[in-house]
């Protein structure tokens, strides 16, 4: 197993195991529905689907006997399983946003960690006034098709 494809941070731990999960569910073409149900039989319908669901959004954990009870219902093999159980140790680590850190809120903490577990971070930003601020010359200078009836054109996006 290559140590090196795997997340550092929690956060990236947690999405790999998310997507390993739902590649295997899918791959044995079993419903979130059933697949709960082979894990929590006593729980309703609706609740058992909603756990599977989460989990695959990575919104939740698993415990360790329940993600191997899933994994058995899946029939992955041992190489998937160690690597389950691999993502899913030490996703929570305690004082981890303490310190300068602890200036992150909640909703942003999850790109921190995303970050720090990137290779590549691609920043794409619109380099246009909005259509809103447009003048009429800035309107006709960025027309993408000046082959058509330009004015036109013009007039349609100052009309909005």
Do not use: F
């Amino acid at each position: 197993m290559d140590d090196s494809v795997l997340a550092h941070t929690p956060t990236g731990r947690k999405l790999q195991l998310a997507a390993l999960v739902r590649y295997l569910r899918e791959r044995k073409q079993v419903t979130q529905h059933d697949a709960g149900h082979a894990v929590w039989a006593r729980a309703s319908a609706a609740s058992v689907q909603n756990k599977i669901a989460r989990l695959e959004s990575a919104d939740t954990g698993i415990t360790p006997a329940d993600l191997d009870s899933l994994l058995r219902a899946y029939g992955a093999d041992d190489g998937h399983r160690q690597l389950a159980a691999l993502l899913n140790s030490e996703l929570s680590q305690r004082g981890r946003w303490h310190g300068y850190r602890s200036i992150y809120s909640e909703s942003y903490r999850r790109y921190v960690d995303l970050e720090e577990d990137a290779v590549l971070i691609r920043y794409v930003a619109s380099e246009r006034l909005p259509e809103l601020l447009q003048c009429e010359e800035y309107v006709r200078a960025g027309l993408l098709d000046p082959s058509g009836d330009v004015d036109l054109a013009v007039r349609a996006q100052q009309a909005r």
